[in-house]
């Protein structure tokens, strides 16, 4: 029954840090407007970007990071030394993958939000720091090359997962002792896939939105 409170513990933490709604709050704050009534109507950092602006959209995107490993920090520093350790990594990555489904699906926005990329890289940098930078590479990468957020999103949810299988087969410090990380990166890119569907589909159909310097050339 205790093992039980201390998941529900990391869940609630992981959640409610996930659902505060940076990009929405930013957007208020700078154009006065509601985020969820432009372009795609998500809460994350491109439609930040497209709202009010490439200031906006970087900070949107860092503080999703922050708060998807501060899901990670808090879980880690309430429930280490009275969980038990076998158990623990097991608390930390569903407080990751709350996270994310905090972010897509925020209490503080009637259950609106993002597609969860962000939080995902941040739970994720929170368990091995160089998450962020290959994180940052990746994304960057993509939306200056393919110029669609949702297929460096759907690149990322791939590449968490993958990296911590990699990880655990290698036997890399603690990660070969539980397979616990690279199933949380599994789950959390199921979630990030099924709030991408309409997006999927439009790839599909060649109707995806494009963003950045591709769009830019599309446009001359």
Same mark, same amino acid.
């Given at each position: 029954?205790?093992? =039980?409170? @201390?998941?529900? #513990?990391?869940?609630?933490?992981? @959640?409610?840090?996930?659902?505060?709604?940076f990009g929405f709050l930013y957007v208020k704050l700078v154009k006065k407007q509601d985020l969820r009534e432009i372009g795609s109507g998500r809460t994350g950092g491109t439609n930040s970007l497209r709202a009010a602006g490439l200031g906006v959209g970087v900070a949107t995107g860092l503080s999703d990071?922050?708060?998807?490993?501060?899901?990670?920090?808090?879980?880690?520093?309430?429930?280490?030394?009275?969980?038990?350790?076998?158990?623990?990594?097991?608390?930390?990555?569903? !407080?990751?993958?709350?996270?994310?489904?905090?972010?897509?699906?925020?209490?503080?926005?009637?259950?609106?939000?993002?597609?969860?990329?962000?939080?995902?890289?941040?739970?994720?940098?929170?368990?091995?720091?160089?998450?962020?930078? /290959?994180?940052?590479?990746?994304?960057? #990468?993509?939306?200056?090359?393919?110029?669609?957020?949702?297929?460096?999103?759907?690149?990322?949810?791939? =590449?968490?997962?993958?990296?911590?299988?990699?990880? @655990?087969?290698?036997? @890399?410090?603690?990660?070969?002792?539980?397979? !616990?990380?690279?199933?949380?990166?599994?789950?959390?890119?199921?979630?990030?896939?099924?709030?991408?569907?309409?997006? /999927?589909?439009?790839?599909?159909?060649?109707?995806?939105?494009?963003?950045?310097?591709?769009?830019?050339?599309?446009?001359?």
């Amino acid at each position: 029954m205790t093992i =039980i409170l @201390y998941f529900l #513990a990391a869940a609630l933490i992981g @959640y409610v840090c996930g659902a505060i709604p940076f990009g929405f709050l930013y957007v208020k704050l700078v154009k006065k407007q509601d985020l969820r009534e432009i372009g795609s109507g998500r809460t994350g950092g491109t439609n930040s970007l497209r709202a009010a602006g490439l200031g906006v959209g970087v900070a949107t995107g860092l503080s999703d990071v922050f708060k998807g490993a501060l899901g990670i920090w808090l879980s880690k520093l309430l429930l280490s030394g009275h969980a038990p350790e076998a158990w623990l990594p097991w608390m930390l990555i569903t !407080a990751g993958v709350m996270s994310v489904v905090g972010h897509n699906w925020s209490v503080f926005l009637k259950f609106g939000g993002g597609a969860g990329t962000a939080p995902n890289i941040g739970w994720a940098t929170a368990i091995w720091w160089p998450m962020f930078p /290959i994180g940052f590479v990746v994304m960057v #990468a993509l939306l200056l090359g393919v110029g669609m957020a949702s297929v460096a999103s759907l690149a990322m949810a791939v =590449i968490v997962p993958l990296i911590f299988v990699v990880l @655990y087969v290698a036997g @890399y410090a603690d990660f070969g002792v539980t397979p !616990a990380y690279l199933v949380g990166g599994l789950i959390a890119a199921s979630v990030i896939v099924w709030a991408l569907r309409p997006n /999927i589909k439009r790839i599909i159909n060649g109707t995806e939105r494009v963003v950045g310097p591709r769009a830019k050339k599309m446009k001359g």
